[in-house]
């Protein structure tokens, strides 16, 4: 899943320039549940889940829950 950036608070100015601060919402691989708490990194790339079973990040199917 790629990861998703939103604004994370308001805009400030740098060196006049208008920032808008970003922050990362990782979803996870399985279900695609936003703000998957568990990270693996394999290689280059970080994978995110949304549970966490016996000391390894797993789908717990939780985007899967709340979809309607
Ligand atoms: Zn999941």
Not at 3 to 13: A, L, R, Y
Not at 18 to 38: D, H, L, N, Q
């Amino acid at each position: 899943m790629p990861t998703e950036f939103v604004p994370s608070g308001p805009d400030f100015e740098r060196s006049n320039q208008k920032v808008t601060p970003m922050a990362p919402i990782y979803s996870c691989e399985g279900c695609g549940y936003r703000g998957a708490p568990f990270g693996q990194r394999r290689g280059d790339e970080v994978l995110s889940y949304c549970g966490w079973v016996d000391g390894q990040p797993v789908c717990a199917g939780k985007g899967k829950a709340n979809a309607s």
